[in-house]
């Protein structure tokens, strides 16, 4: 019997390679779990597989001790300088998620925010299967929060500044970018929209809402999220006079949240929202009904407008006035048809039209005009 060998087609032979590859540089980011003690120093379960020579596995090891008696004895300068060795020569190392999380630690313990997050930020990119992504997460959305309410920046290392909301936005995008499916998603978003609106930035508040409750539906949420979005329309609405699809959206939105949510607590504060937009969009067309009965006479089109704004608000002070306009309009309209009935009944007849024609035809005969 005779074996033929046989040869794995160019696409199958690149999908193996590529699985192997990756597999083999996430076990090297996560090869066993890494313990501390002060005895003993740092100790990995497994042994590193990233291609490291022996003399360079006891070199981290060397720098990733010498950083944590530091830390502990709170020279926080000389760790900071060992666990930045470690992360900067060796990247690839299963020390390296594990020095990142000791500088955060120290920066925040030294109140440096925005470094800690930058270093949670890279262990959740580069090194996901470090230790529980959920606290990563959790760590860097406690930060984007205390950016966003009560960190502040030092003046001349001593006074408190301002807020940098601006920060703060950015850090929460990062966190919805890195974790989309989590919990921390919509959370963020909602403080994002909190951020733009304490900005007065309507339009970027209402984005963030309406990211939230479109790629959120079932978050805790996002019935919050319908209630802001509808307020926060009803809060551009400039009057009656101007253009009304602000009023509309938030109409839109009001009726959403009665729908979907009837029996959340917000409900009396939705349906009060929903009455006083559906009152200005009824004004809004008595205008426009006034502007056609009273500047154009155009009676026709001036009654749409006063039945439409009956129809949306009906027991509204703008429907009353309708109401009165279209009575008026009804009475004009009966006057103007008495008229043409008596303009007709005066009217000459054809045979009469006929005969005048004829003597005054008779007339320039005779040279008379």
């Keep these: 019997m005779t074996h033929s060998l046989q040869i794995a087609p160019p696409a199958r032979t690149l999908t193996l390679f590529f699985t192997l590859l990756a597999t083999l540089f996430l076990t090297t980011l996560n090869a066993g779990e890494i313990r501390w003690s002060p005895e003993t120093g740092y100790q990995a379960e497994e042994l590193d597989l990233s291609g490291l020579l022996p003399e360079e596995i006891q070199q ?25 060795k470690v992360t900067k020569r060796f990247p690839k190392s299963q020390y390296s998620p594990e020095a990142l999380y000791r500088r955060a630690q120290i920066q925040l313990e030294r109140n440096k925010v925005d470094k800690a997050f930058e270093s949670f930020n890279t262990i959740a990119w580069v090194y996901p299967n470090y230790g529980s992504f ?12 205390a950016r966003l309410e009560t960190h502040r920046d030092k003046i001349l290392f001593v ?48 984005y963030a809402l309406d990211r939230l409750v479109t790629n959120y539906p079932n978050s805790f949420l996002t019935a919050d999220a319908y209630l802001k979005l509808a307020q926060t329309h009803y809060g551009v609405i400039k009057g009656p006079q101007y253009d009304q699809r602000a009023t509309e959206d938030a109409i839109t939105f009001f009726e959403d949240f009665l729908i979907q949510y009837p029996n ?13 937009a559906k009152n200005i969009l009824a ?30 608000a009906p027991l509204s002070e703008a429907a009353e006035m309708s109401k009165r306009r279209l009575e008026k309009i009804d009475t004009i309209l009966a006057q103007n048809g008495e008229e043409s009935e008596a303009v007709e009944a005066t009217a000459p007849t054809n045979e009469e039209i006929q005969e005048k024609a004829r003597k005054r035809a008779k007339r320039k005969l005779l040279g008379i005009f």
């Design 283 to 312: 004004m809004s067309k008595v205008k426009m009904g006034d502007f056609y009965n009273y500047k154009r006479a155009k009676y026709d089109s001036a009654k749409v407008m006063y039945n439409e704004a009956i129809t949306i």
């Design 60 to 84: 981290i090891q060397n720098w990733m001790n010498k950083a944590r008696k530091a830390e502990e004895a709170g020279r926080y300068r000389s760790a900071l300088k060992n666990y930045k």
């Design 134 to 145: 959920n606290e990563i997460l959790g760590e860097m959305y406690k930060i984007a929060v």
């Design 159 to 206: 006074f408190p500044g301002f807020k940098n909301t601006d920060r703060a936005i950015q850090y929460f995008e990062r966190i919805v970018s890195i974790a989309p499916y989590s919990d921390y998603a919509p959370l963020s978003l909602m403080n994002i929209a909190k951020a733009w609106s304490d900005k007065n930035s309507d339009s970027m508040t209402i």
């Design 264 to 276: 959340n607590e917000n409900v009396a504060q939705a349906e009060t929202g929903l009455s006083g």
